[in-house]
């Protein structure tokens, strides 16, 4: 599966467009890297347990968004974006959204 | 009078750690930048190639910044008067430049020389009390070029 934040494929001529394809997650922090979080907010620094945390569930909501695309007979999506909202507290969402073609 | 020593030790404690980080981050991030400038981030989204045509390769780079009780209390502060908040200016400066340079690093690790289209999100993830900032998120990403062999 081909994936790119541009609208083309350098070289490759878009066959068909088989329109939006998208994957989401919502993830909630927990305790125990809620505790660190609340001691690194008086002293500052990075929080690696969340930079992870986003990392990976971006990579489920993208996940997600390749599975609806081979579901749908693409075999590349192009011009991808992602989107990051908050739902409640303590929990974010993660939502990745693009376009399925198929390349010849 | 507890309280009051409380806070000042709080205050106290971010203003040190909390500067330290930011010291060091900042020397980190410009000596990084330095090793990767080879590599442009480019936000065009018409890229040039040649024949053949290049390999591309989606790259991400993410990371979560905390605020300290120092920098939060002086955004309080300002927060009666107006004006630039400066030590949240540096906190979001950081976290930009430092997800560009995480992007940039795995387009290195692929053996891309230039990342087009390049998108940045900023997010506030969790919020304190009284919907204070706590940290922020930020995501960069684009599209990396990978010349054929």
Redesign the interface.
């Known amino acids: 599966m081909h994936v790119s934040t541009l609208e083309y494929a350098p070289g490759k001529k878009i066959k068909k467009h088989l329109g939006l394809v998208q994957g989401s997650t919502v993830r909630s922090k927990h305790v125990g890297r809620d505790l660190m979080a609340g001691l690194k907010n008086i002293f500052g620094g990075e929080l690696k347990g969340y930079t992870e945390l986003l990392h990976d569930s971006r990579e489920e909501a993208m996940g997600r968004m390749v599975e609806q695309a081979q579901a749908a007979g693409a075999n590349a999506v192009l011009n991808i974006r992602f989107s990051t909202s908050s739902v409640a507290q303590g929990a974010a969402e993660l939502y990745a959204y693009g376009t399925a073609v198929v390349l010849e | 009078m507890a309280d009051l020593i409380v806070f000042l030790v ?1 205050l106290a ?2 203003y040190g ?2 500067r330290y ?2 010291h060091r ?1 900042y020397k980190s991030i410009l000596e990084r930048e330095d090793k990767l400038r080879p590599i442009p981030a480019v936000a065009t ?1 018409l ?1 040039p ?1 040649g ?4 390999e ?1 390769q ?1 790259v ?1 780079g ?8 120092f ?2 209390f002086v955004a309080g502060l300002r927060n009666i008067v107006g004006g630039r908040v400066m030590t949240y200016e540096t906190l979001l400066d950081r976290a930009r430049r ?1 997800a560009i340079l995480r992007m940039k690093e795995e387009a290195k690790a692929l053996g891309s020389h230039i990342v ?2 390049v ?1 940045i ?1 900023t ?6 009390r009284k919907n204070a900032v ?2 922020v ?1 930020v ?1 960069a ?3 990396a ?1 990978i010349n054929p062999r």
């Open positions: 709080l404690l971010g750690t909390g980080a930011e981050h989204k890229a190639w024949d053949p045509a290049p591309t989606m991400a993410n990371v979560v910044i905390s605020v300290d009780y920098k939060r430092e087009f289209n998108k999100e997010s506030s993830i969790s919020k304190g706590g940290s998120e995501l990403y684009g599209t070029f």
